[in-house]
C-alpha cells in the first residue's frame, strides 16, 4: 500500500491500491512531500473480506417452554480471519438493540407476549463486516397461571364423592392436573388422585 501526499507541489495525491488477499497482512507507506524533502511512515494492514459465519442462538439451552421473561441466550459464531467482534440482538417485532461486545452467555429479555416469540443475533468480525444471515430461536412463553374447575355434590350420605375436574391452558396446554382436598379440623391440603392426565375427568373421593 502506498499514499503519496504532495504538500504543496505540482500534481494531485496519490492512492495506489495492490490487490489485497484474506488472510496476510500488508505494510503501507505514507509519502509526505514538499518539493525539498520526504518523510515517511508505516502502518500495517491485515486483509478480511470475508464476512462471519451465521452462527447460532439458543434461549433457554433450547428449551420448548418458558414461564419467565428472563432467559439465558448462549450464543455462538466464528470467523477464521480476524474474529467475532460485536453482536446485535433483538425480539420480534422489536428494534435491534445497539452493538455490543461479542459474548457466549447473555441475560435477556423477552418480548412481552405469551405464546411463540423469538429472539435474534447478527455477528460482526473485527474488519467490521456483519454475517449475511441472522442466527435465532424461539420459545413459548407463558407467564399465566392454568385454570382448574372442581365440582362435586353438595350432600352425599356414605360411599364416595364423585369429583368432576377440568383444566385448562391456552398457551402451553396441561401437563398433568393434581387435585385437593383440606378437612376443617386438621386445616392441610392434601392430595388426592394422583397426576391425572387429560384436560377433565371424574375422580372418587373416599
Excluded at 67 to 77: D, E, G, P, Q
Aim: proline share 5%; with cysteine; glycine share 10%.
Amino acid at each position: 500500500l502506498l499514499y503519496w501526499v504532495d504538500d504543496g507541489g505540482p500534481g494531485e495525491p496519490e492512492f495506489l491500491e495492490p490487490m489485497l488477499t484474506d488472510g496476510n497482512d500488508w505494510t503501507g507507506l505514507v509519502v509526505f512531500s514538499d518539493n525539498r524533502s520526504y518523510s515517511t511512515t508505516s502502518f500495517n494492514v491485515y486483509a478480511d473480506t470475508t464476512a462471519p459465519e451465521t452462527g447460532t442462538l439458543s434461549i433457554n439451552g433450547g428449551d420448548v417452554y418458558t414461564n419467565s421473561r428472563n432467559v439465558t441466550l448462549t450464543l455462538s459464531s466464528n470467523d477464521d480471519q480476524t474474529g467475532i467482534y460485536q453482536m446485535k440482538l433483538g425480539n420480534i417485532g422489536a428494534p435491534w438493540e445497539p452493538y455490543e461486545p461479542y459474548t457466549t452467555s447473555r441475560a435477556w429479555q423477552l418480548a412481552d407476549v405469551q405464546g411463540l416469540t423469538s429472539t435474534w443475533a447478527v455477528f460482526k468480525n473485527h474488519a467490521n463486516m456483519e454475517a449475511t444471515e441472522q442466527a435465532g430461536d424461539t420459545i413459548i412463553l407463558d407467564t399465566v397461571y392454568p385454570q382448574t374447575i372442581c365440582d362435586s355434590p353438595s350432600t352425599v350420605i356414605g360411599g364416595t364423592i364423585p369429583v368432576d375436574w377440568n383444566s385448562s391452558d391456552a398457551t402451553s396446554g396441561i401437563d398433568y392436573t393434581q387435585l385437593y382436598y383440606i378437612h376443617s379440623a386438621v386445616g392441610v391440603w392434601t392430595p388426592f388422585g394422583g397426576q391425572l392426565t387429560g384436560a377433565s375427568g371424574t375422580v372418587n373421593f373416599n
